[in-house]
């Protein structure tokens, strides 16, 4: 696999437990669940990626189950669409989200995800979308800008970050992350600037949502699987960080209230250390599942 363990594998393995039917893995990344998912089982697994590049890595990672897997350039918001143009709503029985920023994503820095390579401010999921950070950074009005770090971001300096940003965009537009990374840490008191997590943190995670609509489309996608999976289908949900987490837990109480669904994990699951030890990336990841009454 090109640069990608998948998080708390043994956990979504040992949940679905697949033998054969039809997973939905939708948030396909570069294919690391389903290509272990295949491996085991006889299921075949439908494929969705909003991002075409990884959507074409995964392809190569998974050529060998040719056959059983099949390909949608599509936003997991848009599951139910998916499934009812397969004709199998209502027939599959497992569904992953991973809800992660793929290493893909993170390593190639002209997408602008991170931080600390320069790149243009981008942060697009889907290329086929013309809405970047750059337009929200140098176009939304203060409180808009306010409002998405403190809502999305959960940022304590917002007021003073945001303060710096109209100022630096009268003189010239902001246009890389590492600008932007600097501007910030320019502005929050020095304990913060220089912690172990960099201040400009919050605010790419907030733009990062912003941009992709990600808080909305979850919560689309949770309502899609429902109708998706057939009785007894399960669904693993697998968020990075409490603003996601807070909108899974919500929602899986919420449809056990009405004997929808029963909840399969009473807290969520996390990454023992050594996962952690072996894949960073795994250490904010919580994981939640469903089963469909």
Do not use: C, W
Request: proline share 3%; hydrophobic share 40%; charged share 30%.
């Amino acid at each position: 696999m090109q640069n990608h363990i998948p998080v708390l594998l043994k956990k979504v393995l040992s949940i679905l437990n697949p033998t054969d039917g039809i997973i939905i893995d939708a948030t396909l990344g570069l294919g690391g669940h389903s290509k272990e998912i295949l491996k085991i089982s006889k299921a075949s697994v439908i494929g969705m990626d909003q991002d075409g590049e990884a959507l074409e890595i995964a392809k190569g990672n998974l050529k060998e189950f040719k056959g059983r897997v099949s390909y949608y350039q599509e936003n997991f918001s848009n599951i139910k669409k998916v499934a009812e143009s397969l004709g199998v709503l209502g027939k599959v029985s497992g569904i992953i989200l991973d809800l992660g920023v793929s290493s893909l994503q993170i390593d190639k820095s002209e997408r602008g995800f991170s931080f600390q390579k320069e790149a243009p401010l981008d942060m697009r999921m889907d290329t086929r979308s013309d809405f970047t950070a750059y337009e929200i950074i140098n176009s939304y009005s203060k409180e808009s800008l306010v409002q998405i770090f403190r809502e999305y971001g959960e940022e304590r300096f917002a007021y003073k970050i945001v303060d710096e940003i109209i100022n630096e965009r009268r003189k010239t537009k902001i246009k890389t992350t590492t600008e932007l990374a600097s501007l910030i840490k320019r502005v929050v008191p020095k304990k913060y600037a220089f912690a172990r997590i960099h201040p400009a943190t919050k605010v790419f995670q907030a733009l990062r949502i912003a941009v992709n609509n990600e808080l909305n489309n979850l919560q689309k996608a949770l309502e899609g699987s429902l109708e998706v999976l057939f009785p007894e289908g399960k669904l693993i949900v697998i968020s990075f960080h409490s603003l996601e987490d807070r909108i899974v837990k919500r929602f899986f109480k919420d449809m056990q209230t009405k004997s929808i669904i029963q909840i399969l994990t009473k807290k969520p699951v996390i990454a023992s250390e050594d996962e952690i030890q072996s894949n960073p990336r795994s250490r904010s990841a919580k994981l939640r599942a469903i089963q469909k009454n």
